[in-house]
């Protein structure tokens, strides 16, 4: 657990270093992969030569991985364009119901009910963050902000679960999805506005930041973690990047969401925190003798 938090920590700086390196939102979805190939491919034969090699059957859902990250950053590049690096990854992390939801239809890991109850509350509060009912609203277009977020989060939630389905490794299938995702992001950059192959300094620099900070140290830690816990529980645990990444971006960057984008937030957090909140073992027992049909004993 203490594996997972810390990277996620480490992720959430990777918005207010994407708004740093102030280039087109393919770019830095593309060099944060292609910088992070070299580490991770070191860790991978590092991981190969103690533990031998990559079972055959696990290389399928890595590659898979690989696309689905590729979508994931760069909808949510995107999405940080629109509505800046703090409101875009909470939006980006919706993935926690979704995971929780694909975890029971593929994994049989059952969610609660207080999932069930949680669900409309955080949409409830992706509504306020897009500035629907907000003249003040924070960003360029905060509506599709939200749509690029919610992509986002349908493509995370795809890539956390082919991780979780691999081989039980970390850096091995991460450095097969990081190659895989920097091939596809190329082939699509001109679908997503296009990519500057030849970015100037410093924003080489800090695309370089952000590729062996939160893409090589904070997903191998995560990756490491992933197959040893249950799919929702990481998930839950990856809610202290939008946390740390709102806070980051008001300190750094200057951003300020208005006050009705930030109760949004709050919603999202507090709805997901509740969802996500395991049943005590008294009332996990009463819900599961409720579900198991009464036989008279007269």
Request: aromatic fraction near 8%; glycine fraction near 8%.
């Amino acid at each position: 657990m203490l594996i997972a938090v810390a990277g996620a920590l480490i992720i959430s700086t990777s918005g207010p270093l994407v708004r740093l390196s102030d280039v087109a939102p393919a770019t830095s979805a593309l060099f944060r992969c292609a910088y992070a190939v070299p580490p991770i491919v070191l860790l991978a034969w590092l991981e190969r030569r103690r533990l031998g090699p990559m079972p055959r059957k696990a290389l399928v859902p890595a590659w898979a991985a690989g696309v689905t990250f590729a979508l994931d950053l760069l909808f949510w590049h995107h999405a940080i364009e629109y509505v800046g690096a703090g409101l875009a990854t909470v939006l980006g992390n919706l993935q926690v119901f979704i995971v929780a939801f694909a975890a029971w239809a593929l994994f049989k890991e059952r969610p609660s009910s207080r999932l069930m109850v949680g669900t409309p509350v955080v949409f409830a509060g992706v509504v306020l963050i897009s500035g629907v009912f907000d003249s003040a609203a924070y960003g360029s277009d905060p509506t599709m902000g939200v749509l690029a977020g919610v992509a986002t989060s349908v493509s995370y939630a795809a890539f956390l679960l082919l991780m979780k389905s691999g081989s039980g490794r970390g850096a091995g299938p991460l450095a097969h999805a990081t190659v895989v995702a920097t091939i596809v992001i190329a082939l699509l950059s001109p679908v997503f506005g296009g990519a500057d192959f030849v970015p100037e300094w410093p924003a080489h620099g800090w695309l370089l930041l952000l590729a062996l900070g939160p893409q090589v140290v904070g997903w191998s830690l995560i990756a490491f973690s992933l197959p040893r816990q249950p799919a929702a529980l990481t998930a839950l645990l990856l809610l202290v990047q939008p946390l740390t990444t709102v806070a980051l971006s008001a300190l750094a960057l200057g951003e300020r969401p208005s006050p009705l984008q930030l109760a949004g937030c709050a919603v999202v957090v507090l709805g997901v925190l509740y969802g996500s909140r395991r049943p005590q073992p008294a009332l996990a027992v009463a819900e599961q003798d409720a579900q198991v049909p009464k036989t008279s004993t007269v």
